[in-house]
């Protein structure tokens, strides 16, 4: 009886799971046993064709189109995609717009100056009929589905004229990352209202070229040129040679013209040498010069270029530390004077020329060199622990190895291996630069006698100079890259990233039957001893091209190399 009733308990129970599963599938639509159709356009048509009256920029061209249907009574709503005549798919529209009402009208009106911008952003030249292609695109749940017509529009008369304007290219500091392009200061006229007339100082790479965008984002106009003639979505300007320059553009002209800067220099009573000396200030990057100098009097100075008394700035009268060129002044309506100083004593002068404002700073710089007796030995600690022994020559400690360092450790520098000799530091960190990304990355700091200790902006491997006679230390680090080529000249070259203790890793497209090679031009060469193996070992200067893809796809590729970067290993994952 008790097997029984088991029985009938167990059969109720497997009912009533069959009874909830059907009722949950037949509440259940799947997504893709539904449609959606496509809205039927009504306005505008293949005939249109629009003038936009720039007297009349907010005047609107209106899309209308009849409802697209969800077979399972889900929500619509709509979308206005414009792009170039052509398009099939609307995949990178230059412009979008969303009905209205959250989207759920069958209609939205356009301005006439909205159209005309991404009619210029897309290269259509001002006051020209511009043919184009538009969609109306419903979307209802992760269903889409679009109706395209077109119509022709023409152009506002004048071409548009941006209010700002940056700099992104190759050439440039900001290593072709537009969305970190650099910002030109926009001049002033004799009124005080603002010209159009942009200008930069920075810092650019010869044989590399640049451009002025209108955005930091794409769609922008876009200014290319050459011989001092801007284009608009003109080929890149080619930087002639390595170096700083004041880079001017005006747009009423359409012209651009550049000034290289090999140096600024403050002139004046309070250097030594007064207005016949000359104290060079140093670049740093972003548009920055900087030196310590040692300020002998009280007195007026000013800043100069080249040493050419042509290119002075002064200070902009009744301001504190505004700077304007003394040739601008009058065209720009203000009034400049001489910078006055009543500081004496070391300071480290800085002469910031970067986009918001021209400016001038002193900072007392309490820095002290003193000759540093050079020991018999030195050592290099890590948290307290020894890592490294320093070669001597002379005056002259140094390393062979790149030592694996971290940003997150402290050092020191000490003359006994069991840190109870004398102790030194520098006045900055390790592995900080202002093209981080070079080649070869080295810069040269302040030896100190001190307890101090010091740090990395970054996780590197270093190779040090350290000379106790300047007193200086120098350090030098090396960036790699995946060279990948099936002709040479047409190579790729991927720069990878670093990764504690000398890892360089990249992920990365790579093509099946073409070379490749670890390179750090051009005085590193890593090839391998089994160059078909997709992981081995490297070696510098004598290994042979990596020949080991077989498929085209992404890989994550991995290189460890010793602390001499004569040898590693490498692997490639797909």
């Not at 419903?138 to 940056?166: C, D, H």
């Not at 220099?265 to 548009?287: I, K, R």
């Not at 790729?492 to 000398?502: A, D, F, R």
Request: glycine share 8%; charged share 15%; net charge negative.
């Amino acid at each position: 009886m008790k097997k029984k009733y088991i029985q009938l308990l167990t059969l109720c129970f497997a009912a009533f799971i069959t009874m909830v599963s059907c009722e949950t599938e037949e509440n259940l639509q799947p997504e893709g046993e539904w449609t959606l159709s496509a809205p039927i356009i009504i306005a505008p048509t293949a005939t249109t064709s629009i003038i936009l009256d720039e007297t009349t920029p907010n005047e609107t061209i209106t899309f209308s189109w009849e409802s697209a249907e969800s077979s399972a009574g889900y929500a619509v709503t709509y979308e206005v995609l414009i792009d170039t005549l052509g398009t099939t798919d609307f995949s990178t529209p230059i412009l979008t717009t969303a009905s209205s009402n959250n989207g759920t009208e069958n209609s939205v009106s356009i301005t006439y100056e909205a159209i005309n911008e991404a009619l210029a952003f897309a290269g259509y030249p001002a006051n020209s009929e511009a043919n184009v292609a538009f969609a109306v695109k419903a979307n209802s749940l992760s269903k889409s589905n679009t109706a395209a017509g077109s119509m022709k529009v023409v152009r506002f008369e004048n071409e548009i004229i941006p209010t700002r304007l940056y700099i992104s290219g190759t050439a440039t500091e900001n290593n072709n990352n537009l969305a970190e392009a650099i910002l030109m200061r926009r001049l002033t006229d004799e009124n005080g209202l603002n010209a159009n007339i942009h200008e930069v100082y920075t810092s650019l790479i010869g044989g590399e070229t640049y451009k002025f965008y209108s955005e930091r984002s794409l769609p922008a106009l876009v200014y290319g040129g050459s011989e001092g003639n801007l284009e608009v979505f003109g080929d890149g300007i080619v930087a002639e040679d390595d170096g700083q320059y004041r880079i001017r553009i005006n747009l009423d002209t359409n012209t651009y013209e550049l000034f290289q800067i090999s140096y600024w220099g403050m002139v004046g009573t309070p250097v030594s040498g007064g207005w016949g000396g000359d104290e060079p200030l140093y670049y740093q990057g972003n548009g920055i010069w900087q030196a310590s100098i040692d300020l002998e009097n009280t007195g007026g100075f000013v800043f100069r270029a080249n040493g050419d008394w042509g290119y002075l700035l002064k200070r902009v009268v009744g301001t504190p530390n505004t700077l304007v060129l003394e040739n601008d002044a009058t065209t720009q309506g203000v009034t400049i004077e001489d910078i006055p100083n009543d500081q004496t004593g070391l300071y480290i002068v800085t002469l910031d020329l970067s986009a918001e404002n021209y400016n001038y700073s002193f900072e007392e710089d309490n820095t002290v060199i003193e000759p540093i007796a050079t020991p018999s030995q030195l050592f290099l600690f890590e948290n307290g622990t020894m890592i490294q022994e320093f070669s001597k020559d002379g005056d002259v400690f140094s390393t062979t190895d790149f030592i694996p360092m971290q940003a997150s450790n402290t050092y020191t520098l000490n003359s006994a291996m069991d840190g109870s000799g004398i102790s030194y530091s520098v006045n900055g960190n390790l592995a900080q630069s202002i093209n981080p990304d070079g080649d070869s990355v080295s810069d040269t700091l302040t030896l100190l006698e001190n307890n101090n200790t010091f740090t990395l902006d970054n996780d590197r491997a270093l190779r040090f100079n350290i000379d106790f006679s300047v007193p200086q230390l120098s350090w030098t680090y090396y960036n790699f890259k995946l060279f990948h080529w099936q002709i040479w000249d047409d190579r790729v070259e991927s720069q990878m990233t670093y990764s504690h203790p000398n890892t360089f890793s990249i992920t990365v497209n790579l093509t099946a039957g073409y070379d490749s090679k670890f390179i750090s031009p051009w005085d590193f060469d890593l090839g391998s001893d089994n160059p078909s193996a997709l992981t081995g070992n490297l070696i510098n200067g004598g290994g042979s091209n990596l020949l080991n893809i077989s498929t085209d796809g992404s890989y994550i590729v991995t290189i460890s190399l010793a602390n001499d970067y004569q040898s590693g290993t490498y692997e490639f994952v797909q």
